[in-house]
């Protein structure tokens, strides 16, 4: 069964940081392009940056570009995503998920990032 567990969120002010982490099980971790994806009240889900399996490719939205950056270690079967100079609109629930199954119902709890003064 795909598991996949992220944590990592929190409340944080405009302009800080987190890192959030989604351990993933039940299948070929190092194989998978992998996504964040996120979705905040009243919203679409949307996808926030993914990577593929050996990390040769990259894309982010162009609203995160240069202030969140996605990373992996597939010995950890672990995908990260650094948040930065973090804005009240990156308020959502954040998920990682396989990037075959986007835009499908997130597999995880997902993890809560507010970001407010």
């Known amino acids: 069964e795909v598991q996949l567990v992220e944590s990592g969120g929190g409340l944080v002010q405009p302009g800080g940081s987190l890192r959030l982490s989604c351990v993933a099980s039940g299948f070929t971790f190092r194989l998978e392009t992998m996504a964040w994806v996120r979705q905040a009240p009243g919203k679409e889900r949307e996808w926030v940056a993914y990577?593929?399996?050996?990390?040769?490719?990259?894309r982010y939205k162009d609203s995160v570009e240069g202030r969140f950056t996605i990373s992996r270690d597939n010995a950890k079967n672990t995908l990260y995503l650094q948040l930065d100079s973090l804005k009240p609109e990156d308020t959502a629930v954040y998920y990682c998920?396989?990037?075959?199954?986007?835009?499908?119902?997130?597999r995880g709890q997902g993890t809560q990032v507010t970001v407010s003064s």
């Open positions: 990577m593929h399996s050996d990390g040769g490719l990259i």
């Open positions: 998920a396989r990037w075959q199954e986007y835009p499908g119902t997130p």
